[in-house]
């Protein structure tokens, strides 16, 4: 069964912590992608990466930034956390092509205090 | 602008009604249109994918439609569960998108009380 696997469903930090937000694809997935989602605004895209090395910003990506050393695994790392950024993050990947969904986690509630 | 209108924004329906989910999208060239379920608390995961030529596609009790012609599509659900519960997102693809991101809509929350 094919899985991406965010290492921590729930999340407590404080106001300036760096935070790491882990993301794990067995799928050998060329792309990988993080999202926030809040309610009201649905997913907003942070940053998303389409290979190695590679990242790309999405619509939001002030106060975040990103890793991508192998390609099965995708750091959000949040440099000085703040309260505005307690939220429910999504990673997904995808294989290149036009016509593949993306596969999603589970997800991580982050609290920030 | 690239974008994906759901409506309605939330909905509440008794268990063994049917209900219809709306998507109107403006983005362009159009590729295919996923829908995906999301329940409390969990990643989406995806009920169907369509493309230009496709008008409806079935999964169990949801079916969905797309009229590539006005840029709307359309999530029926038939008998509906309590496990039916969750928000349900229209996601659009560009033609010409390769890597890039699909455009998401906000989602329709539903809720099915016994």
Partial sequence: DVKVTQSSRYLVKRTGEK??????????????FWYRQDPGLGLRLIYFSYDVKMKEKGDIPEGYSVSREKKERFSLILESASTN??????????PTGKN?????????RLTVV | ???????????????????????????????????????TGRGPVSLTIMTFSENTKSNGRY?????????????HITASQLSDSAS?????????????PLVFGKGTRLSVIA
Wanted: glycine fraction near 6%.
């Fill in chain 2, 88 to 100: 349900y997102i229209c996601v659009v693809s560009r033609k010409d998108s390769g890597n890039t």
């Fill in chain 1, 100 to 108: 593949y969904g993306y596969t999603f986690g589970s997800g991580t």
């Fill in chain 2, 1 to 39: 602008k690239n974008q994906v209108e759901q409506s309605p924004q939330s909905l509440i329906i008794l268990e063994g009604k049917n209900c219809t989910l709306q998507c109107n999208y403006t983005v362009s060239p159009f590729s295919n249109l996923r829908w995906y379920k999301q329940d």
């Fill in chain 2, 63 to 75: 079916t969905a439609t797309l009229d590539a012609d006005t840029k709307q599509s359309s999530l």
């Fill in chain 1, 85 to 94: 950024q307690t939220s429910m993050y999504l990673c997904a990947s995808s």
């Fill in chain 1, 19 to 32: 935070v790491f937000l882990e993301c794990v694809q067995d799928m050998d997935h060329e792309n990988m």
